[in-house]
């Protein structure tokens, strides 16, 4: 959330959820897959082509694995989904025990949106590799983008047990005691996150839009809004377009008009947000100028 949630793996996007609804869930998915994860995986998947070598020399065709997983690893950053797809796929052919290559293909389908199907190769790699937190986190944040929060929520909770100190992962579940509308729980989250990373911008960001937003007036707090909104901006060096966003509505939400206009007019100049968070961000500007705040509503 957070002007739009803020959640896993900033990279790869999808679809207000007026009602947690698919309004809801498309602003929030976006976030949801957009925090941490496909900020790790470039770099994960370039490690992978050290790490399956030794496969490679297990292998009648070591050079032909190599350049597969260095191809796909390539693909994967220059935002050529399908080709690293298929260059995992033949890897996978070669081995179909590497839960490397099915994470790696996992997190390209992610980036395309194909969430059943990353879901589908995350599994097979959490079944191959159970001490893999970070393909339980890649899988919870994908649970969470299709509203699967139960789901989410238990693999978030595998991989804080593995990684108890990750403040990304601790956000992201707090997203989704959000849209179970448990919101002492994602407070929870959301703070226990800070305490473990204070320069976390998620967190940050989840706590400003929370408070900010939230139907239940006692845990709207404008106050506390606007400081957190403002240290997620500092945090992220007032580059993200969401974490503006965020600091409009906690401006609204304190009831000052003036700058939750100035810092929505803001957010709506990056280049960073896609056409549906465009509109949003226009929608929430003009119920600024009529001096009303902007609340979450969600689906009974």
């Known amino acids: 959330m957070g002007g739009r ?24 998915s976006v976030r949801l897959v957009k925090n941490i994860h496909l900020q790790v995986c470039p770099l994960f998947l370039l490690f992978a082509v050290i790490a399956n070598s030794s496969i490679a020399e297990e292998t009648n065709a070591p050079s032909r694995l190599d350049k597969l997983i260095f191809e796909g690893a390539t693909n994967f950053t220059k935002g050529d989904y399908d080709k690293a797809i298929a260059d995992f796929s033949t890897v996978i052919q070669f081995d179909p025990t590497n839960a490397m290559a099915f994470f790696d293909r996992g ?27 970070l393909a339980f986190k890649s899988r919870a944040s994908d649970f969470s983008a299709i509203g699967e929060f139960d789901k989410a929520i238990s693999d978030w909770n595998e991989g804080l047990r593995l990684n108890p100190n990750d403040a990304l992962a601790l956000a992201s579940r707090g997203v989704c005691f959000n849209g179970k509308q448990q919101f002492d729980e994602a407070l929870k989250d959301d703070y226990q996150a800070i305490r473990i990373d204070p320069k976390c911008d998620a967190a940050w960001n989840n706590l400003g839009w929370l408070r900010a937003t939230c139907p239940v007036g006692s845990i709207r707090n ?8 403002t240290k997620a901006c500092e945090f992220s060096n007032w580059k993200k377009s969401s974490r503006v966003d965020t600091l409009a509505a906690a401006f609204a939400e304190a009831g000052d008009f003036k700058q939750a206009i100035k810092f929505q007019e803001q957010a709506l100049e990056f280049d960073d947000a896609n056409e549906k968070e465009r509109k949003e961000m226009q929608n929430r500007l003009a119920l600024y100028q009529t001096q009303k705040p902007f609340r979450e509503t969600y689906q009974q």
């Not at 997190?107 to 937190?133: C, M, T, V």
């Open 222 to 229: 404008g106050r506390e809004a606007v400081d957190a909104a």
């Open 107 to 133: 997190s390209a389908y992610r980036a395309k949106g194909e969430f059943e199907k990353s879901i589908e190769d995350f599994s097979k790699s959490i079944q191959l590799n159970p001490a893999s937190a």
């Open 5 to 28: 949630l803020s959640v896993v793996a900033e990279g790869a996007g999808i679809c207000e959820v007026k009602l947690f609804s698919r309004k809801w869930l498309a602003r929030n």
